[in-house]
């Protein structure tokens, strides 16, 4: 995958480039009279079809402020997804070489089929649905043979995270996006262009879950789900009460975090071993938790924090 599809879904390289990412606005409500609407549609791209639209907010629906401007893709009705353009707008090089590191995908001919192909022919063509299930059965094929973190499977893990994220699967695309994104970072580097595109992956998919408070609701549900179906110890659930964990720490509820992520390294600990990837990346999670108690946490998350660090042999954060 040496074209991430040059944005972040579903915009190009050059609008992705030129704007960051952005939460839409409240809709009106109806005693006040505030709201906000889009007036304008100009520099429509040929590549993704966004076009730019400037908002203002409006009060009784006439417009009294401007509130800068922003690529738009109408999603069908009045939704949208929307990035707000740049003031200085990043240059667009040609993507320099990449080399991966060394993988091992060399040494298993038997990878070598048709079905990330398939994949990707139906990536570019903008069929989400129909990609994700190829790179899924292309990813468990991987993980058969090679490392969770070998540059091959994180490549391929990456493509699953962002097909959920365009097919609107937003709680299973941020286990898979909070769980492989560190990965990128410590196998490619963090200036590389895949960890890159992992991180505007997570950051839309929380945005338009609407805040860790909302992002929490909609781990637990699919976490409660999934474990009844698939037990405490599958990976799939590891992901998603690891993102759940991370959730609720965000959402200012430390102690709870530093539980739900202890809960998460001895599950993995015992399904995955405590030398596998997705282990390590849990126990660096549980470990910015207890970081982040000590810091913010009142006296009970702190004795919570220090309670794990013991129990897990995690050392305190260097001042």
């Not at 915009?11 to 005693?31: E, G, H, K, Y």
């Not at 009279?33 to 076009?51: E, L, N, T």
């Not at 097919?167 to 963090?190: C, H, K, M, N, S």
């Not at 990976?235 to 690891?242: G, Q, S």
Request: aromatic share 6%.
């Amino acid at each position: 995958m040496t074209d991430v599809r040059g944005g972040v879904y579903p915009f190009c390289r050059a609008c992705t480039a030129s704007s960051t990412a952005w939460r839409a606005p409240d809709p009106i409500t109806r005693l006040s009279g505030v709201g906000s609407r889009f007036y304008g549609h100009r520099d429509v791209c040929a590549d993704c079809g966004s076009s730019v639209r400037t908002l203002y907010s409006t009060f009784l629906l006439l417009p009294v402020a401007n509130r800068g401007r922003f690529r738009i893709i109408r999603t069908g009705g009045r939704s949208y997804v929307g990035r707000r353009l740049l003031d200085r707008p990043m240059a667009v090089p040609s993507l320099p070489r990449q080399d991966p590191p060394a993988s091992e995908f060399r040494n298993h001919p038997e990878l070598v089929d048709a079905t990330y192909e398939q994949a990707e022919a139906h990536w570019a063509a903008r069929d989400s649905a129909g990609a994700l299930p190829l790179y899924e059965a292309s990813l468990a094929a991987c993980e058969k043979v090679l490392r969770a973190d070998d540059p091959a499977t994180l490549q391929v893990r990456l493509r699953v995270a962002q097909a959920l994220l365009a097919t609107g699967d937003y709680a299973a695309a941020i286990g898979w996006f909070e769980l492989v994104t560190p990965q990128l970072v410590r196998v490619f580097g963090a200036d590389h262009d895949l960890p890159r595109v992992a991180v505007e992956g997570v950051t839309g998919a929380q945005l338009m879950v609407g805040g860790p408070r909302a992002e929490m609701k909609l781990l637990a549900t699919l976490l409660d789900q999934d474990e009844k179906t698939l037990g405490r110890k599958h990976p799939k659930v590891l992901r998603t009460r690891a993102a759940l964990g991370r959730a609720t720490m965000f959402a200012g509820q430390y102690g709870a975090a530093v539980q739900v992520l202890e809960t998460t390294v001895a599950d993995s600990i015992d399904g995955l071993g405590a030398d596998h990837p997705d282990t390590l990346i849990f126990g660096s999670i549980l470990l910015e938790a207890c970081d982040t108690a000590d810091s913010r946490g009142k006296k009970k998350d702190r004795e919570l924090a220090a309670t794990a660090r013991d129990r897990w042999t995690l050392a305190p954060k260097a001042d």
